[in-house]
Nanobody
Framework: QVQLAESGGGLVQTGGSLRLSCAAS????????MGWFRQAPGKERAFVAS????????YYADSAKGRFTISRDNAKNTLYLQMNSLMPEDTAVYYC?????????????????????WGQGTQVTVSS
């Protein structure tokens, strides 16, 4: 099972940018779809973006379209999320996750129950 560790979160002002990274170790990264999710206080964990095994196909939640970019470097076993034009409503703990099966996340995006491994999360706070 792959182990995941996020980094890059922090405090940023409205309109600012952050780049999250997710370092993977163990088996189960390069051949699997990956996703970013977020959880705000008092809310359920929500899908943000996903990417297929090669990086050639991506999918975004409506809230992320045009502002966030997901990418991966399989040679470095690392997943990224570039977040631009951040808004206070983007404040949340952000999690990276690996699909439990290579054929999951095929319907456009990923559901939380399709993911087999999760990182510990990184806090993103956007001040107004």
């Amino acid at each position: 099972q792959v182990q995941l560790a996020e980094s890059g979160g922090g405090l940023v002002q409205t309109g600012g940018s952050l780049r999250l990274s997710c370092a993977a170790s163990g088996r189960g990264f390069s051949g699997y779809p990956m996703g970013w999710f977020r959880q705000a206080p008092g809310k359920e964990r929500a899908f943000v973006a996903s990417i297929n095994w090669s990086g050639g196909s991506t999918y975004y939640a409506d809230s992320a379209k045009g502002r966030f970019t997901i990418s991966r470097d399989n040679a470095k076993n690392t997943l990224y999320l570039q977040m631009n034009s951040l808004m206070p409503e983007d404040t949340a703990v952000y999690y990276c996750a690996a699909a439990a099966h290579p054929y999951y996340c095929s319907g456009g995006g990923c559901a939380p129950d399709e993911m087999g491994s999760w990182g510990q999360g990184t806090q993103v706070t956007v001040s107004s």
